[in-house]
C-alpha cells in the first residue's frame, strides 16, 4: 500500500498532463502512486496516459465513458480509486513542487488532523512572476479545532491544496457534486462543516499555473453561465451549512463569496459592454439580496459600492466604480462630504460611505483627480484627444496651472469648465519613447503637483504610429504609449550582446586594476559617495559643503546610483559602477564616502581613503553581524581587505570606538571629533522646510519613525511593525507620521494612511526631518543616537526584541537598559505615551542624559570643520 495517491484530473490536455505527472513522481515522498483520472479526453491523452505508465508503475490511468462536463465526477473516481491512505488532488495543467506530499503526510501524522491545508501560488507563465494566494490564511502554522475558530478559511475553498485522510471521506460520504462547477466550493464547505480538526501549513504545496491562453473553468470569466455556476454553488454551500446546523456559519461563507467570487468579476466589469454588464447583475443580483445588511456593511467601501449599485441594478455607475477596484483604482467622478464623511457618488447613502479610505483628506500632492479619455485620434506623429477631468473631492485651489506629462515630454494644457462639471481639455502631444501619460495640476501658491493617469474606454482601438501604439493597457484601462517592439531589435540585440560581453563586473573590475596601474592619480580629484550613491546627504555632505566654504583647490565628483536625484544642479556627478565611474576611482587622489566603495576594488596607489561610516548604535557590525560572523574565510577575507583601504576613520564617540574598531580590524588614524552629518543638529541649521515641502497641516505634532530593517526580511517591509491603521484613527487629528524606512527596506504606506503618514524615504536630509519632528519613534536604528542631540522625547516599539537579540541581528547593549525612552511592545501602549510626552519625558530625563554622554559626548558642531583641515588642508 503506498502512503500517498494523488489524483490528476483530466480533459483534453495531453500537452501538459506529463508535467502535471512528473512533479508527482519526483515528490520526495517515493512510497506513492499516481491515479489519472480522465474524462473522457478525446485528444491524445490515452496514449499519453500509456507512456506514463510504461515509464513508472506507479501510475495508473482511469477513464470515463463520456465526459462529465465538470471536476466532480472524475474527482469522486479518484477517491473510489485511491489504495492510499491519503488523498490528494492535481489537476493537469499544474504541479506539485517537490516535498509537498511528505510535508503534508508528516503534519497529518503528526496533528491527527482530517487534512491539512497549505499554501497555494499562482504562477504566471507569460512572466514566471509568483503570486501567494491570500498569504495572511497561511502565515502561521496552526491546528485549527473548528472552522469557527477562523473562518476567514472559508476563503480557502480549494480541493488541490489540502491532503485527506482517505477513510474519513469515505465514512462521511464526503462526494464533489457532478452537476454543476466550482464544485469543490461546496465540498469545502461540507469539509469544513464536519470536520473537527484540521491543520494549516505556511509553506507552498500547490503551484497554480496560470498560462495567457490557458481555458480553465475558473478563468472562464466572460461566459455568463460561469457566473450562474459560481451562484449556484454559493447557494448550495449556504444550504449545506443550514443542514449541518452551521446557520451562524452562512455570513461567513457569504463574506467569502463577496470578496472573492464577487471581485473575480468585477475587476474586469470595465472591459465589458453594457449589456453584459446588466445581464450580469441581473444573475447576481438575486443572491445578493439574500445577504443580510450587516454583511455588507463590514465589505471594504469600494466593494460594498458596487454590491450597492448591483442591488439597485445601477448598471452605468457600477462600470465607473468597478475602475476604482484594480490598476490605477481610479477616483469617483463625484463625492458628497457631508458630516465629517464622504460618500460616493451624488447622494449620501450609508452602503456609498468612503470615508474609510480617507480620499478627502490626503495632501495636494497625492490627492485623486479623475480624467477620462473621451476621444482619441491621431494625425502624422501626433495624437488628439479631448479630456475630461472631475474633481470630486474639490481639491483644486484658485489658481493652478496644467500640464500633460508624457515621458520626457511636458505639453501645457487649458482645461475649460464644463457645463456638466469638472474640466475639459483638448490636448495634443507626440508620444515617445513608453510611457503611461499623466495630467499634472500645479497650485500656483506653493509649487505642489498634484498627477494621474488617464483613463481610457479597455475597448479603445490603438493608435499606431510609426515606431510606437497608443492604446488602452489593462481591465480599468488607462492609455499608456508602447514603443513596437519590432523597432530596431536587431539593434538591440547587438547592444545587449556588446553589454553581455563587455559590460561585465568582472570586465570592469580587471580594467580598473589595469588603470591603477598605468594612471598617475591626481592630488587634487576627490570622489565622494554616500549611501552607496543613493543620495547627496550625510557626513560625506557635509564635509564637501565645508570644502566649498573654505574654498579649496578639491575637484569634488559625486557618485549617483541609477535613478537617483536630489543632487545640487552645480554638483559633477557621475553614475555609479559606470565606466566613468570606475576612471574616477582609479584616477581619483581622495575617496570619501559613508558605507564603502565597490569591495573588490583595491584603493589604488597613494590615494587617501576618509570613511565617515554611517551610525553609531547598539547593532552588532562588521564581523559580528550576521553575515560574516559565520565561518567562512571567503566573505571575511574580502571585508578585511576592504577596511584596510580605509586611511582615517570618523569615529563619533569613545563607545563607536570601543566596539567598532575591534570588530572590523581596524588600526588606522582615527577622528575623534564628532560627526560631520551632526553639525547642523548641533547648531540646529534645517537645509529644507519639511513642513511645507510635505505638507504638514498646521497644529499637527510631528512624529519621525524611523525603524531599521531585519536581516532575514530586507525589502519586505517588515521593519513597518507598529499598526498604522490605529495610530491613525487614534491620533490624526494631533499627529503626522513621517515614516522614514531604511534604504534597503521597501515599504509605501497604502493610500487611505496617507492623510497620516507622510512618506519621507525620499526626502533628501534625514537631519531636517530629526529637527522638524517633536518626537521619535524608532527600534535599533542607529538615529536614535543622532536625535538625543536635539533633546527631544524618544519613544522604542521593540516586539521582537528577543528575536532581534537572540536570532536575528544581535545587539551590544541591553536597550530596555539604556533607552531614553518608554520600550514599547504594543500600538496601545504607544498611543498611551503619545498622549502624555511631557510626563514620558520627564521620566527619562536622567537616562536621557547618560545616552547622551554615551554616544554624543564629543559632538561640538565643530566635526566637518576640524576634519576638513587635517585631512584636506594639513594633507596640502
Same mark, same amino acid.
Request: proline share 7%; charged share 30%; hydrophobic share 40%.
Given at each position: 500500500?503506498?502512503?500517498?495517491?494523488?489524483?490528476?484530473?483530466?480533459?483534453?490536455?495531453?500537452?501538459?498532463?506529463?508535467?502535471?505527472?512528473?512533479?508527482?513522481?519526483?515528490?520526495?515522498?517515493?512510497?506513492?502512486?499516481?491515479?489519472?483520472?480522465?474524462?473522457?479526453?478525446?485528444?491524445?491523452?490515452?496514449?499519453?496516459?500509456?507512456?506514463?505508465?510504461?515509464?513508472?508503475?506507479?501510475?495508473?490511468?482511469?477513464?470515463?465513458?463520456?465526459?462529465?462536463?465538470?471536476?466532480?465526477?472524475?474527482?469522486?473516481?479518484?477517491?473510489?480509486?485511491?489504495?492510499?491512505?491519503?488523498?490528494?488532488?492535481?489537476?493537469?495543467?499544474?504541479?506539485?513542487?517537490?516535498?509537498?506530499?511528505?510535508?503534508?503526510?508528516?503534519?497529518?501524522?503528526?496533528?491527527?488532523?482530517?487534512?491539512?491545508?497549505?499554501?497555494?501560488?499562482?504562477?504566471?507563465?507569460?512572466?514566471?512572476?509568483?503570486?501567494?494566494?491570500?498569504?495572511?490564511?497561511?502565515?502561521?502554522?496552526?491546528?485549527?479545532?473548528?472552522?469557527?475558530?477562523?473562518?476567514?478559511?472559508?476563503?480557502?475553498?480549494?480541493?488541490?491544496?489540502?491532503?485527506?485522510?482517505?477513510?474519513?471521506?469515505?465514512?462521511?460520504?464526503?462526494?464533489?457534486?457532478?452537476?454543476?462547477?466550482?464544485?469543490?466550493?461546496?465540498?469545502?464547505?461540507?469539509?469544513?462543516?464536519?470536520?473537527?480538526?484540521?491543520?494549516?501549513?505556511?509553506?507552498?504545496?500547490?503551484?497554480?499555473?496560470?498560462?495567457?491562453?490557458?481555458?480553465?473553468?475558473?478563468?472562464?470569466?466572460?461566459? $455568463? =453561465?460561469? /457566473?450562474?455556476? @459560481?451562484? &449556484?454553488?454559493?447557494? !448550495?454551500?449556504? %444550504?449545506? +451549512?443550514? *443542514?449541518?446546523?452551521?446557520?451562524?456559519?452562512?455570513?461567513?461563507?457569504?463574506?467569502?463569496?463577496?470578496?472573492?467570487?464577487?471581485?473575480?468579476?468585477?475587476?474586469?466589469?470595465?472591459?465589458?459592454?453594457?449589456?453584459?454588464?446588466?445581464?450580469?447583475?441581473?444573475?447576481?443580483?438575486?443572491?445578493?439580496?439574500?445577504?443580510?445588511?450587516?454583511?455588507?456593511?463590514?465589505?471594504?467601501? $469600494? =466593494?460594498? /459600492?458596487?454590491? @450597492?449599485? &448591483?442591488?439597485?441594478? !445601477?448598471?452605468? %455607475?457600477? +462600470?465607473? *466604480?468597478?475602475?476604482?477596484?484594480?490598476?490605477?483604482?481610479?477616483?469617483?467622478?463625484?463625492?458628497?462630504?457631508?458630516?465629517?464623511?464622504?460618500?460616493?457618488?451624488?447622494?449620501?447613502?450609508?452602503?456609498?460611505?468612503?470615508?474609510?479610505?480617507?480620499?478627502?483628506?490626503?495632501?495636494?500632492?497625492?490627492?485623486?483627480?479623475?480624467?477620462?479619455?473621451?476621444?482619441?485620434?491621431?494625425?502624422?506623429?501626433? /495624437?488628439?484627444?479631448?479630456?475630461?477631468?472631475?474633481?470630486?473631492?474639490?481639491?483644486?485651489?484658485?489658481?493652478?496651472?496644467?500640464?500633460?506629462?508624457?515621458?520626457?515630454?511636458?505639453?501645457?494644457?487649458?482645461?475649460?469648465?464644463?457645463?456638466?462639471?469638472?474640466?475639459?481639455?483638448?490636448?495634443?502631444?507626440?508620444?515617445?519613447?513608453?510611457?503611461?501619460?499623466?495630467?499634472?495640476?500645479?497650485?500656483?501658491?506653493?509649487?505642489?503637483?498634484?498627477?494621474?493617469?488617464?483613463?481610457?474606454?479597455?475597448?479603445?482601438?490603438?493608435?499606431?504610429?510609426?515606431?510606437?501604439?497608443?492604446?488602452?493597457?489593462?481591465?480599468?484601462?488607462?492609455?499608456?504609449?508602447?514603443?513596437?517592439?519590432?523597432?530596431?531589435?536587431?539593434?538591440?540585440?547587438?547592444?545587449?550582446?556588446?553589454?553581455?560581453?563587455?559590460?561585465?563586473?568582472?570586465?570592469?573590475?580587471?580594467?580598473?586594476?589595469?588603470?591603477?596601474?598605468?594612471?598617475?592619480?591626481?592630488?587634487?580629484?576627490?570622489?565622494?559617495?554616500?549611501?552607496?550613491?543613493?543620495?547627496?546627504?550625510?557626513?560625506?555632505?557635509?564635509?564637501?559643503?565645508?570644502?566649498?566654504?573654505?574654498?579649496?583647490?578639491?575637484?569634488?565628483?559625486?557618485?549617483?546610483?541609477?535613478?537617483?536625484?536630489?543632487?545640487?544642479?552645480?554638483?559633477?556627478?557621475?553614475?555609479?559602477?559606470?565606466?566613468?565611474?570606475?576612471?574616477?576611482?582609479?584616477?581619483?587622489?581622495?575617496?570619501?564616502?559613508?558605507?564603502?566603495?565597490?569591495?573588490?576594488?583595491?584603493?589604488?596607489?597613494?590615494?587617501?581613503?576618509?570613511?565617515?561610516?554611517?551610525?553609531?548604535?547598539?547593532?552588532?557590525?562588521?564581523?559580528?553581524?550576521?553575515?560574516?560572523?559565520?565561518?567562512?574565510?571567503?566573505?571575511?577575507?574580502?571585508?578585511?581587505?576592504?577596511?584596510?583601504?580605509?586611511?582615517?576613520?570618523?569615529?563619533?564617540?569613545?563607545?563607536?570606538?570601543?566596539?567598532?574598531?575591534?570588530?572590523?580590524?581596524?588600526?588606522?588614524?582615527?577622528?575623534?571629533?564628532?560627526?560631520?552629518?551632526?553639525?547642523?543638529?548641533?547648531?540646529?541649521?534645517?537645509?529644507?522646510?519639511?513642513?511645507?515641502?510635505?505638507?504638514?497641516?498646521?497644529?499637527?505634532?510631528?512624529?519621525?519613525?524611523?525603524?531599521?530593517?531585519?536581516?532575514?526580511?530586507?525589502?519586505?517591509?517588515?521593519?513597518?511593525?507598529?499598526?498604522?491603521?490605529?495610530?491613525?484613527?487614534?491620533?490624526?487629528?494631533?499627529?503626522?507620521?513621517?515614516?522614514?524606512?531604511?534604504?534597503?527596506?521597501?515599504?509605501?504606506?497604502?493610500?487611505?494612511?496617507?492623510?497620516?503618514?507622510?512618506?519621507?524615504?525620499?526626502?533628501?536630509?534625514?537631519?531636517?526631518?530629526?529637527?522638524?519632528?517633536?518626537?521619535?519613534?524608532?527600534?535599533?536604528?542607529?538615529?536614535?543616537?543622532?536625535?538625543?542631540?536635539?533633546?527631544?522625547?524618544?519613544?522604542?516599539?521593540?516586539?521582537?526584541?528577543?528575536?532581534?537579540?537572540?536570532?536575528?541581528?544581535?545587539?551590544?547593549?541591553?536597550?530596555?537598559?539604556?533607552?531614553?525612552?518608554?520600550?514599547?511592545?504594543?500600538?496601545?501602549?504607544?498611543?498611551?505615551?503619545?498622549?502624555?510626552?511631557?510626563?514620558?519625558?520627564?521620566?527619562?530625563?536622567?537616562?536621557?542624559?547618560?545616552?547622551?554622554?554615551?554616544?554624543?559626548?564629543?559632538?561640538?558642531?565643530?566635526?566637518?570643520?576640524?576634519?576638513?583641515?587635517?585631512?584636506?588642508?594639513?594633507?596640502?
Amino acid at each position: 500500500m503506498p502512503d500517498c495517491t494523488v489524483v490528476v484530473i483530466t480533459y483534453n490536455d495531453a500537452a501538459r498532463l506529463p508535467r502535471a505527472v512528473r512533479s508527482v513522481l519526483r515528490q520526495s515522498l517515493r512510497d506513492i502512486e499516481v491515479v489519472i483520472s480522465d474524462d473522457a479526453s478525446t485528444d491524445e491523452t490515452p496514449q499519453v496516459a500509456a507512456r506514463l505508465m510504461w515509464s513508472d508503475p506507479r501510475v495508473r490511468y482511469l477513464r470515463r465513458r463520456s465526459n462529465s462536463g465538470g471536476c466532480g465526477a472524475p474527482r469522486n473516481d479518484g477517491i473510489d480509486a485511491a489504495t492510499a491512505p491519503y488523498l490528494m488532488f492535481l489537476d493537469s495543467d499544474d504541479e506539485l513542487p517537490r516535498h509537498a506530499c511528505k510535508s503534508l503526510l508528516t503534519e497529518i501524522e503528526r496533528t491527527g488532523a482530517d487534512f491539512v491545508s497549505g499554501q497555494i501560488t499562482r504562477v504566471f507563465e507569460s512572466n514566471g512572476r509568483l503570486n501567494p494566494y491570500y498569504p495572511s490564511l497561511f502565515a502561521r502554522r496552526r491546528v485549527v479545532e473548528d472552522i469557527r475558530e477562523d473562518p476567514d478559511l472559508f476563503l480557502d475553498s480549494f480541493s488541490t491544496n489540502k491532503l485527506y485522510d482517505v477513510r474519513r471521506l469515505r465514512e462521511r460520504a464526503l462526494r464533489f457534486p457532478e452537476d454543476i462547477h466550482y464544485e469543490d466550493h461546496v465540498f469545502a464547505t461540507e469539509l469544513y462543516a464536519l470536520s473537527r480538526r484540521f491543520a494549516v501549513v505556511p509553506w507552498v504545496v500547490y503551484l497554480w499555473h496560470r498560462a495567457p491562453t490557458n481555458e480553465s473553468i475558473s478563468l472562464s470569466v466572460g461566459d $455568463l =453561465d460561469n /457566473v450562474r455556476q @459560481r451562484v &449556484i454553488a454559493a447557494r !448550495r454551500s449556504d %444550504d449545506i +451549512l443550514r *443542514a449541518y446546523g452551521a446557520e451562524d456559519l452562512v455570513p461567513h461563507r457569504q463574506r467569502r463569496f463577496l470578496r472573492q467570487d464577487l471581485r473575480v468579476y468585477l475587476n474586469p466589469l470595465p472591459a465589458r459592454d453594457l449589456v453584459w454588464v446588466k445581464e450580469f447583475i441581473s444573475v447576481v443580483r438575486p443572491y445578493l439580496a439574500e445577504i443580510p445588511a450587516e454583511v455588507l456593511a463590514g465589505m471594504e467601501p $469600494l =466593494d460594498r /459600492v458596487c454590491c @450597492r449599485l &448591483i442591488l439597485d441594478d !445601477r448598471a452605468e %455607475d457600477l +462600470l465607473v *466604480a468597478a475602475a476604482s477596484l484594480t490598476g490605477q483604482k481610479a477616483a469617483p467622478r463625484a463625492a458628497v462630504q457631508l458630516g465629517g464623511r464622504t460618500y460616493w457618488g451624488t447622494s449620501a447613502s450609508p452602503d456609498m460611505d468612503i470615508t474609510k479610505l480617507r480620499l478627502a483628506e490626503l495632501p495636494y500632492t497625492a490627492s485623486r483627480l479623475r480624467h477620462e479619455v473621451s476621444a482619441l485620434s491621431s494625425g502624422g506623429r501626433r /495624437v488628439r484627444m479631448t479630456v475630461r477631468t472631475y474633481d470630486p473631492f474639490g481639491v483644486l485651489p484658485p489658481d493652478w496651472t496644467a500640464f500633460l506629462q508624457a515621458g520626457a515630454e511636458r505639453v501645457p494644457i487649458e482645461p475649460k469648465p464644463s457645463e456638466e462639471g469638472g474640466y475639459v481639455s483638448e490636448v495634443v502631444f507626440t508620444p515617445t519613447g513608453r510611457c503611461d501619460p499623466h495630467i499634472g495640476f500645479t497650485r500656483t501658491s506653493d509649487g505642489h503637483t498634484t498627477t494621474d493617469r488617464l483613463l481610457l474606454d479597455p475597448r479603445t482601438e490603438p493608435i499606431e504610429l510609426p515606431g510606437r501604439t497608443v492604446r488602452a493597457e489593462g481591465c480599468a484601462a488607462y492609455l499608456c504609449v508602447r514603443p513596437d517592439p519590432g523597432v530596431r531589435s536587431a539593434a538591440r540585440r547587438a547592444k545587449r550582446e556588446l553589454m553581455r560581453r563587455f559590460n561585465t563586473p568582472r570586465t570592469k573590475l580587471r580594467a580598473y586594476k589595469v588603470l591603477i596601474r598605468v594612471l598617475p592619480r591626481r592630488r587634487n580629484l576627490a570622489l565622494f559617495e554616500s549611501d552607496i550613491g543613493k543620495g547627496y546627504s550625510g557626513s560625506p555632505r557635509a564635509i564637501y559643503e565645508e570644502l566649498r566654504r573654505r574654498a579649496l583647490p578639491i575637484e569634488a565628483v559625486w557618485s549617483v546610483a541609477r535613478g537617483r536625484r536630489n543632487f545640487p544642479s552645480d554638483v559633477r556627478l557621475v553614475r555609479r559602477g559606470s565606466w566613468r565611474y570606475i576612471w574616477t576611482m582609479a584616477r581619483a587622489g581622495i575617496w570619501v564616502d559613508s558605507h564603502g566603495f565597490p569591495l573588490d576594488y583595491p584603493k589604488p596607489p597613494g590615494t587617501r581613503y576618509l570613511q565617515t561610516w554611517h551610525g553609531q548604535g547598539i547593532k552588532s557590525i562588521g564581523f559580528d553581524a550576521p553575515d560574516l560572523r559565520g565561518d567562512f574565510d571567503g566573505p571575511r577575507a574580502r571585508w578585511r581587505a576592504a577596511v584596510a583601504r580605509w586611511d582615517a576613520l570618523v569615529s563619533p564617540s569613545a563607545e563607536f570606538s570601543r566596539v567598532f574598531l575591534p570588530s572590523n580590524g581596524y588600526t588606522g588614524k582615527v577622528y575623534r571629533c564628532g560627526t560631520p552629518r551632526c553639525d547642523a543638529l548641533v547648531r540646529a541649521e534645517a537645509s529644507g522646510d519639511v513642513v511645507s515641502l510635505l505638507e504638514i497641516p498646521p497644529g499637527r505634532k510631528i512624529l519621525l519613525y524611523a525603524p531599521t530593517y531585519r536581516d532575514r526580511g530586507k525589502g519586505s517591509g517588515q521593519s513597518v511593525r507598529v499598526n498604522l491603521e490605529l495610530m491613525a484613527e487614534e491620533l490624526a487629528g494631533d499627529w503626522v507620521v513621517l515614516l522614514r524606512t531604511h534604504p534597503v527596506e521597501r515599504y509605501s504606506p497604502p493610500e487611505h494612511l496617507r492623510h497620516f503618514v507622510r512618506a519621507a524615504c525620499s526626502y533628501p536630509d534625514v537631519n531636517d526631518l530629526m529637527l522638524a519632528s517633536d518626537a521619535l519613534l524608532t527600534d535599533y536604528s542607529s538615529v536614535m543616537c543622532d536625535y538625543a542631540l536635539t533633546g527631544k522625547p524618544m519613544l522604542f516599539f521593540i516586539d521582537d526584541w528577543d528575536d532581534y537579540r537572540l536570532t536575528e541581528r544581535g545587539v551590544y547593549h541591553d536597550l530596555p537598559a539604556i533607552a531614553p525612552g518608554p520600550c514599547l511592545t504594543t500600538t496601545e501602549d504607544l498611543v498611551c505615551a503619545l498622549r502624555d510626552l511631557d510626563a514620558v519625558g520627564e521620566f527619562f530625563a536622567e537616562r536621557y542624559a547618560a545616552f547622551r554622554d554615551l554616544w554624543c559626548a564629543d559632538e561640538r558642531g565643530d566635526a566637518s570643520a576640524r576634519i576638513v583641515a587635517d585631512f584636506f588642508e594639513g594633507a596640502r
